[in-house]
Nanobody, 118 residues
């Protein structure tokens, strides 16, 4: 599985941005996917996770501002971010979990940098 994240950049506080994640390779056995982020000097944290059934879970700090979307036909995952704040500055990673032959594996993209600053 390969994950390619894109769409990061510099945005002013209050602005919006859409991140994209293209998945390729052997995509059988997907059980969940999501977005995580890691700010400088901090641990990686969950932004939002979505199950194959469509259940979504958002981190408290992004609820009401961020929305996850997916296009299964195109193997794409998106993160729509609105009302961005300086504390949203981080490297954003897309994640995909698979269950194959009883083994769960986590797959990660290379990350895309989001900087929120005036």
């Amino acid at each position: 599985v390969q994950l390619q994240a894109s769409g990061g950049g510099l945005v002013r506080p209050g602005g919006s941005l859409r991140l994209s994640c293209a998945a390729s390779g052997s995509l059988s056995g997907i059980i969940g996917m999501g977005w995580y982020r890691q700010a400088p000097g901090k641990k990686r944290e969950m932004v939002v996770a979505i199950s194959t059934g469509g259940s979504e879970a958002y981190g408290d700090s992004v609820k009401g501002r961020f929305t996850i979307a997916r296009d299964d036909a195109k193997n794409m995952l998106y993160l729509h971010m609105t009302n961005l704040k300086p504390e949203d500055t981080a490297i954003y990673y897309c994640n995909l979990d698979t269950l194959v032959s009883g083994t769960i594996r986590e797959w990660w993209g290379q990350g895309t940098l989001v900087t929120v600053s005036s």
